[in-house]
């Protein structure tokens, strides 16, 4: 027999019998039945958004699969270009489909030159760099306005491809002008990990270089970061998506919704974290200080893994393959040690609060030498790819504007009351 769940209006004693499809219950049934009576769910924590086959995250048992396929395999087989194909298209792509993938990214990674010295360059010298990729993102929209033709779909995958090879440049060109560096070019002779290492590192050598095992641990960190289901930014990125706005500003609204500290802000929040703590001694007062609401042990908690993050779990492996070329990160012991701690503290283990994503990312970030304001751009450089397959996922189903309802709990009617006789 079907599972179903019925609803009955107390009111009326009339009910309505619903199937439950996928683990959800369709809500037009509670809108014919009860109209009027909105479903109050800030922060979405009970409400599926959209059906979506892009990602699969099931938090109880830890599980990660991009489009079915486990992200431990992925890890170890896969690059992110590769990565970002699936994600895109459903499937893993053929060699030739593959090469050609490689190829047209590799040649759209240029930003025009004007822009990126009149735009970018009239920043502060200090400007936040995610701050300036927001913006930069945003205002190639103002370059490529085809984009906003959004029903041609092999226009749409012009685009994709444009912001997937645009997006570490915007990037790199960010850092480099924050730190008073000059620009690097693009290098097409390079993968796109190492060409990302290249605009961010390289200073007068003909060819850039580096040891694999950076760039492989780079392009694994975009791998684990590439898309994450319904998240706070890929759902901005749908929210936008549905007032059919062009893909630039998709992506750059995504991005100011990644920047947060409690979304892909935390790996820097991370690593101001450990700085503070700063030694052994330090970690007791500040678990201390977390149970009493004081602040947020970062890296730790997710909305849907009760479970330990199965991404984390990558990354800290990868961690020690970073460290083993640079040297291990005195912050890393802390990390440890804090990790510990929490695991055996049953004020984290009773709400099931366990290390995500950024907990360990931060620390190989910068053991690479990444700059800490860079860690968010990092991120948004991988989800890029997912936010960009779930805008192409909405513009293919049959969505709507997202609209959603509120509960008005403000003032009944009032009469104005001109300001000389307001005391
Ligand atoms: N440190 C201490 N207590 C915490 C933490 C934490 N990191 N996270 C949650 N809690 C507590 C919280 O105080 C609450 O306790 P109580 O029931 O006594 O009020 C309980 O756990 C549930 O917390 P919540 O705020 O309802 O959980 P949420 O699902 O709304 O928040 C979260 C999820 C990720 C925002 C939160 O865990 C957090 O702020 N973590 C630190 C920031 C962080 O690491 N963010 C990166 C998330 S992974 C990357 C990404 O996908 O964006």
Redesign the pocket.
Same mark, same amino acid.
């Given at each position: 027999m079907p599972e179903s769940i019925t609803i009955t209006d107390n009111r009326t004693g009339e009910s309505i019998e619903v199937p439950i499809v996928d683990g959800g219950v369709d809500a037009a049934a509670w809108r014919k039945l009860l109209p009027n009576v909105w479903f109050l769910d800030p922060?979405f924590s009970t409400t599926a958004a959209t059906t979506s086959a892009v990602s699969e995250v099931d938090g109880e048992n830890g599980i990660l699969r991009y489009r079915g396929y486990p992200i431990e395999q992925l890890a170890e087989h896969s690059t992110f270009l590769e990565v970002a194909y699936l994600l895109l298209h459903g499937e893993l792509p053929t060699p030739g489909e593959y090469d050609k993938w490689v190829y047209d990214i590799t040649h759209h990674t240029f930003i025009h030159e004007r822009f990126r010295k009149r735009f970018m360059e009239s920043f502060l010298h200090d400007a936040h760099p995610m701050g300036m990729f927001v913006s930069t993102i945003a205002a190639l929209s103002t370059f490529y306005p085809e984009a906003k033709d959004i029903d041609d779909s092999q226009n749409r995958m012009h685009q994709i491809v444009r912001l997937i090879a645009k997006v570490p440049t915007v990037a790199a060109a960010g850092s480099r002008f924050n730190s008073g560096l000059p620009f690097v070019y693009p290098d097409n002779n390079l993968d796109f990990a190492t060409n990302f290492l290249s605009m961010m590192f390289k200073i007068a050598e003909p060819t850039y270089e580096c040891d694999p095992a950076m760039s492989r641990a780079l392009d694994l960190l975009l791998i684990t970061h590439a898309d994450?289901g319904q /998240?706070?930014s890929t759902s901005t990125a749908r929210v936008v998506g549905s007032a059919h706005t062009d893909p630039y500003s998709v992506i750059a609204a995504a991005a100011c919704s990644l920047y947060g500290?409690?979304?892909?802000g935390?790996n820097q929040?991370?690593m101001e974290m450990l700085y503070e703590i700063g030694s052994y001694e330090n970690i007791d007062p500040f678990i201390k200080a977390?149970k009493a609401?004081e602040t947020?042990?970062?890296?730790?908690?997710?909305?849907v893994y009760k479970n330990y993050?199965p991404r984390a779990r990558i990354i800290k492996d990868a961690a020690y393959d970073v460290f083993e070329v640079t040297g291990s990160n005195p912050l890393l012991d802390i990390a440890l040690k804090l990790e510990e701690v929490a695991l055996g503290d049953d004020y984290?283990v009773s709400?099931r609060?366990y290390p /995500?994503?950024?907990?360990y990312s931060g620390l190989i970030y910068q053991s690479m030498g990444f700059p800490t304001d860079m860690f968010t751009v990092l991120f948004a450089i991988a989800r890029t790819a997912g936010w960009l397959a779930h805008w192409v996922e909405l513009l293919e189903q049959d969505s709507r504007i997202a609209r959603p309802r509120q509960v008005y709990t403000g003032s009944t009617e009032r009469t104005y009351t001109p300001i000389t006789e307001r005391s």
């Open positions: 922060s994450h /998240n706070c500290p409690r979304h892909g935390a929040a991370v977390v609401g947020r042990l970062m890296g730790f908690g997710h909305r993050d984290f709400r609060l /995500n994503v950024d907990f």
